[in-house]
C-alpha cells in the first residue's frame, strides 16, 4: 500500500530554468557555450559542491574568472531561473495535500536552491523535502533513496516516486520504490486516480 507520494522537482514541479541566456551574459559567454559549460559542472553541484566551486568550474571552461562577487550573482539568478513552478503540477500537489495524502520531495539540487526552495508557497504542502546538494549523494545512487526512506520512515513499498529522468526511475525501483516517469501533471492525476491515491 503507498502511504507517501514522493516527487521531483527540476522539470516536474518546476519549469524548465529560463535563466541561462542571463547566466551566459553574466559571465561574457556565448549562450550556447555557457550552456554546455553549465550542465557539465552539474553533476558535482547536485553533489554537494559549494556555488564558488561550482561557477569558478564552468567559468573555468569558458576561459572566464569568477569571483565571489560574481558567483553570488550567478547563484541568486539561478536559484530564481529554477523557482517558477508548473501551475498544473502545483494544483495536483494542492489537490493531493486536501485529501491527505502525505507527500515528500527528493530533487538533486544544490544546497543553495534548496534553502530557497524551503521559502516557497509550495513547501508547506510537503512533510519532507529532502535535497542531493546536503547529503553529497544524488539520484540515481542507491544510498540516495536509503536516506530519503530513513528520513520519512517508510518501506521502498511505501512509495511512489516521479522524476523526470529514466535512470532515477530505474535507480528506484532497484532500491524497491515504486516509480513512475513524470507523464505530465494531467496523465500523472490521471494515474493516481487509477491507483486509488487520488479521488
Known amino acids: 500500500m503507498v502511504r507517501w507520494v514522493v516527487f521531483d522537482y527540476g522539470e516536474v514541479i518546476s519549469r524548465r530554468t529560463a535563466a541561462l541566456p542571463e547566466l551566459a551574459a553574466m559571465c561574457g559567454a556565448d549562450p550556447e557555450e555557457f550552456e554546455a559549460a553549465y550542465f557539465a559542472e552539474r553533476k558535482a553541484y547536485d553533489w554537494g559542491c ?3 566551486d561550482y561557477w569558478r ?3 573555468a571552461r569558458l576561459d572566464r574568472e569568477v569571483d565571489r562577487a560574481l558567483s553570488a550573482r550567478l547563484t541568486r539568478a ?3 531561473g529554477w523557482y517558477e513552478t508548473d501551475p498544473a503540477a502545483v494544483q495536483l500537489l494542492e489537490d493531493l495535500h486536501r485529501q ?3 507527500m515528500a520531495l527528493l530533487s538533486n539540487a544544490p544546497s543553495s536552491f534548496g534553502r530557497a526552495a524551503e521559502h516557497a508557497d509550495w513547501a508547506r504542502l510537503f ?3 529532502v535535497f542531493s546538494g546536503d547529503l553529497n549523494l544524488a539520484k540515481p545512487d542507491a544510498r540516495i533513496y536509503r536516506a530519503l526512506l530513513e ?4 518501506r521502498p513499498a511505501e512509495c511512489l516516486f516521479f522524476d523526470d529522468r529514466q535512470e532515477n526511475i530505474d535507480g528506484a525501483r532497484e532500491a524497491g520504490l515504486s516509480a513512475e516517469l513524470w507523464p505530465g501533471p494531467a496523465a500523472a492525476r490521471t494515474l493516481l486516480q487509477a ?3 487520488l479521488v
Open 100 to 102: 491527505g495524502v502525505t
Open 78 to 80: 539561478d536559484v530564481a
Open 195 to 197: 491507483r486509488e491515491i
Open 57 to 59: 568550474a564552468v567559468g
Open 151 to 154: 528520513t520519512i520512515d517508510a
Open 50 to 52: 559549494p556555488d564558488l
Open 127 to 129: 512533510k519532507h523535502l
